[in-house]
């Protein structure tokens, strides 16, 4: 009788049990014995950071030359742990709300970062959006955890390094000759991506098609509006050598959207209408697949559990990016070997990335063997700390 309690207590099969586990654990102190002799409590402490783009960046009627981050970094037992938010003006953070948002964050009730559910259930609790922050704390502390094991996160995930997929490379709008000069430029990518939604849709693919063969993903940014015309279009598209469309129409024409990706010939790919894990459930039968944004979910624990949930649903992966630094480009090149494509070309667009972390080699993402999300500070380049 005794085994069978202690099997049911140690399984977590007991619910009451189980509660009970979970409403301590926060205040355990099991926490391995400090190594360094060092301060065992974490500590966040972060810094803006303006990102210089290495070309005007355009969408609708905006540009822009910067993309303002705040760097984290989280103190513990010696290490630290590297953690970035990227905030792009459209999607409504800023180094104001970010700087707001991490002066809540207290890590110092948690006995150590391995409590990782707890303590970004804390995190997710303190307020409610706040994407890029969260994910700022969140890969900050994988950081720190894969430094305290000596292990990259993808060998702790049990992915092969050896199947990272190649990232596509975006050709900006632009007249045909600037965009033929930009393919040419790109030829190392294996994949390029093209926004469209406009009334020059076409043209922007023939320009392309007229000196490249390179398979091209297409994102539209819901620009379509009449699914009978969208579905002429990935017909079309298709013949052109396209591998998927994202975001056709508006997150809000759900009957639509379904319709196209019943009748499409290419995967249809959910972004704007996709934030994070609580939305992946109800794209199934909408969408063929979905991108995760680390700065869209909420950091590598999110897209890890969200990417897991696509694939049980049979859906399509894809790993995207805002312009961000090495930081937290590697940390999302640490899951990229379990998607079918990635767009992880956000440190490639800028001219003072202060880490070196994952690279892309010949087209493909080429994962570091260094702990953690796989960065080091650029050598030159000064940390806050
Ligand atoms: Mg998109």
Redesign the pocket.
Known sequence: MSNRRDFIKYSGLATGGLIVSNSLSASTNDSPKPKSGKSTKMKLTFRPYDLQLRHVFTIANNSRTTTPVMLTEIEYDGLVGYGEASMPPYLGETQKTAAEFLAKVDLSQFGNPFLMEDIIAYVDRIAKGNYAAKASVDIALHDLIGKIVNQPWHKLWGLNPAKTPNTSFTIGIDTAEVVKQKVAEAEVYKVLKVKLGRDNDKEMIKTIRSVSKTPICV?V?QGWTDKQMALDMIHWLAEQGVVFV??PMSKLAVDDIAWLTQNSPLPIIA?EALQTVADVVGLNKIYSGI?IKLMKCGGMRNAFKMANMARMMGMKVMI?CMTETSCAISAAAQLSPMVDWADLDGNLLISNDIYDGATVVDGKITLSDLPGIGIRVKKGAAPKS
């Open positions: 994102d940014n994202e975001q972004d991108n995207g």
